[in-house]
């Protein structure tokens, strides 16, 4: 029998929520109009991964005029912030990315990038084209509303500002993973962390989850090709390693296409940059590729590995050449805890609406979010950021990409709530 009365009683705090009535609209109301302006401010100065300079210099700002206490230059250039409740508790978390991408903005807005920066020795330009920028100001919103509603909190909530979600420069550590290695769920210590992600091909209002294994791992690869030079006209005195660098191509989408039970999981193999050659008319000497693996099953990723492996020197040698391969971990599979996901979703079905809350089927895409789910149990979700009725969108990581501000409030109220209402169920 108690155990009925308890399951009764977490399930009506679920409904009504601890912000339950109207106790905190006016903090949502003031502080909508500000989060549009921080996130069209970050959208115009964005900064490269381990570069967030100016971006993390604002956050701190704003943390500390709210009186929140504000730890700088984690995993170099992270923030976090502590917000202790009137009442003790336990202590959750919630995540924002602030880094930008190498993508040249082809957007006419008013607050488009214009930045440039250098990336692995190139010019490039700069642009949040996966939306970190409206992650951080989201963010920023609820440390304010929080901040202003001690009274509701049952706990502490530890705000993470977090650099570098996009990868670190080579040579360099970063994201996620640095900063659970310098012991950011630590002190004090995190019971639950939650994060979003806006979309940019989900309408305004939608939100959208998954338990379990919810994003694939990632991994990056890096193949060097060795031939031998020659006169382009004369391609039977060399080894042509562009040639070869085809041949390799064509062979792991075979691993993909003949060799992966994909009815299982989805599994993906991309090559994104090659680089050979300096003249029209020279066979270059080699060739260097670089490319991902995506898996969201941890033996399918091992035979993936071992398959590539195996390959590769075997295509470069039946054609005169030579090739080595080189597999890096880039993030682990984004796991939403199922006992985490089954107490929040009505959570989320409150703040969201009737039919507005929509479970998604796991995606290739990756979070170093998981880094943080590997520590502590963790639930990331999906945020609409597409106008209603759009059917031009443009998906993240592209120069079009375009995010509705109208999606931006739920996203205060989803974190806000979340938090106060996993607080008051300890």
């Given at each position: 029998m108690k155990k009925v009365i308890f399951l009764f009683a977490c399930s009506l705090l679920a409904i009504t929520g601890y912000s339950q009535g109207s106790s905190l609209d006016k903090a949502y109301t003031d502080v909508e109009q500000k989060v549009v302006e921080w996130r069209r401010d970050i959208h115009q100065h964005p900064e490269l991964s381990n570069r967030e300079f100016k971006t993390a210099e604002k956050i701190a700002a704003h943390l500390r005029s709210l009186?929140?206490?504000?730890?700088?230059g984690v995993a170099h250039t992270g923030v976090v912030g502590i917000l202790k409740g009137d009442k003790s508790g336990k202590t959750v978390a919630?995540?924002?990315?602030?880094?930008a991408l190498p993508v040249y903005e082809r957007n006419d807005l008013p607050f488009k990038s214009t930045v440039t920066s250098e990336f692995l020795g190139e010019?490039?330009?700069?642009?949040?084209?996966?939306?970190?920028?409206?992650?951080?100001a989201i963010l920023m919103g609820v440390a304010e509303v929080m901040s202003k509603n001690k009274d509701k909190i049952k706990g502490t909530v530890k705000f993470i500002f977090q650099p570098?979600?996009?990868?670190?420069?080579?040579?360099?550590?970063?994201?996620?993973?640095?900063m659970v290695k310098e012991g950011v769920l630590k002190n004090p210590d995190v019971d639950a962390i939650f994060g979003l992600h806006i979309n940019s091909q989900t309408p305004v209002g939608v939100i959208r989850y998954k338990s379990g294994g919810a994003m694939a791992a990632a991994q990056s690869f890096t193949i060097n090709v060795k031939g031998k030079q020659s006169h382009g006209s004369q391609p039977w005195s060399g080894v042509d390693p562009i040639l070869i660098s085809a041949k390799i191509i064509d062979g792991l989408q075979t691993i993909i296409s003949r060799e992966t039970e994909l009815t299982k999981e989805a599994a993906v193999i991309t090559v994104g940059k090659i680089k050979s050659g300096v003249r029209f008319n020279i066979i270059p000497e080699s060739a260097e590729m670089l490319g991902t693996i995506r898996t969201l099953d941890y033996d399918m990723k091992d035979k993936l590995n071992k398959r590539m492996m195996e390959m590769l020197p075997l295509i470069a040698k039946a054609y005169g050449g030579e090739a080595t391969i080189e597999i890096l971990d880039a993030t682990d599979i984004t796991y939403n805890d199922p006992d985490l996901v089954a107490s929040m979703v009505p959570t989320l079905q409150r703040v969201a609406g009737e039919g507005n809350l929509q479970i998604h089927k796991a995606i290739t895409g990756a979070e170093d979010f998981s880094y943080f789910?590997?520590?502590?149990p963790g639930f990331f979700f999906f945020l609409g950021g597409m106008t209603p009725g759009n059917t031009a969108s443009f998906p993240h990581h592209t120069p079009d990409f375009l995010i509705d501000d109208g999606g931006l409030l739920l996203g205060v109220k989803a974190l806000t709530e979340l938090s106060l209402d996993y607080l008051n169920k300890s």
């Open positions: 009186g929140i206490e504000v730890t700088t919630l995540r924002a990315d602030i880094d010019k490039v330009g700069v642009m949040h084209a996966c939306g970190h920028d409206t992650h951080t570098a979600e996009e990868g670190p420069p080579p040579g360099e550590e970063g994201g996620a993973l640095l789910q590997r520590e502590v």
